[in-house]
């Protein structure tokens, strides 16, 4: 399992990358005069994780091509566009479930499986394949603080119209 630590400077790093001026994220006063412990991490804060993740799959690896550089038209190792590929796999959906605050100086443990499968009949993609991923983020005491739930789907052929 994966541990994340919510300090009080990523909290405050993660609100500015967001965009986010609430004071709760910055001010541990302000926090504090809201009813909370620490800085309140921002809703979707919990996606730092992969950043703790040594396996997520977007990380580069050393002495591994990249595919996230873009250096090839679509990032593939072999400068295939994506409507040359076979199967493409697409992020489809994200929503998260509360089920308790999280603040700075805590700790969250994470925990995956996978979730439902399904498929659909695309008229431009062909047979569409989707599966979900379900992230469960513990704090110390064990509790369930929050459910992210990720929706991927893989396509036999690139949409009609849609980019190469």
């Known amino acids: 399992m994966i541990e994340v630590p919510v300090e009080r400077g990523l909290v405050r790093i993660f609100a500015n990358a967001i965009g986010d001026p609430n004071p709760v994220y910055r001010s541990v006063d302000a926090a504090?005069?809201?009813?909370?412990?620490?800085?309140?991490?921002?809703?979707?804060?919990?996606?730092?994780?992969?950043?703790?993740?040594?396996?997520?799959?977007?990380r580069p690896k050393i002495g591994e091509p990249w595919l996230g550089s873009g250096r090839l038209p679509s990032g593939t190792k072999d400068g295939k566009t994506a409507k040359d590929q076979e199967d493409i796999t697409l992020h489809a959906e994200q929503h998260f479930e509360y089920h308790r605050v999280?603040?700075?100086?805590?700790?969250?443990?994470?925990?995956?499986?996978?979730?439902?499968?399904?498929?659909?009949?695309?008229?431009?993609?062909?047979?569409?394949?989707?599966?979900?991923?379900?992230?469960?983020?513990?704090?110390?005491?064990?509790?369930?603080?929050?459910?992210?739930?990720?929706?991927?789907?893989?396509?036999?052929?690139?949409?009609?119209?849609?980019?190469?």
Not at 104 to 127: D, P
């Open 102 to 164: 999280v603040c700075a100086n805590s700790v969250l443990t994470v925990r995956t499986r996978s979730g439902r499968t399904w498929s659909k009949r695309s008229h431009n993609s062909g047979e569409l394949q989707f599966s979900e991923t379900i992230t469960e983020f513990l704090d110390e005491a064990g509790e369930l603080a929050v459910t992210a739930h990720s929706v991927s789907v893989v396509t036999q052929k690139s949409v009609k119209g849609g980019p190469s």
């Open 32 to 58: 504090r005069a809201a009813g909370f412990s620490d800085l309140l991490a921002p809703p979707t804060f919990v996606r730092v994780s992969a950043h703790f993740d040594p396996d997520y799959p977007l």
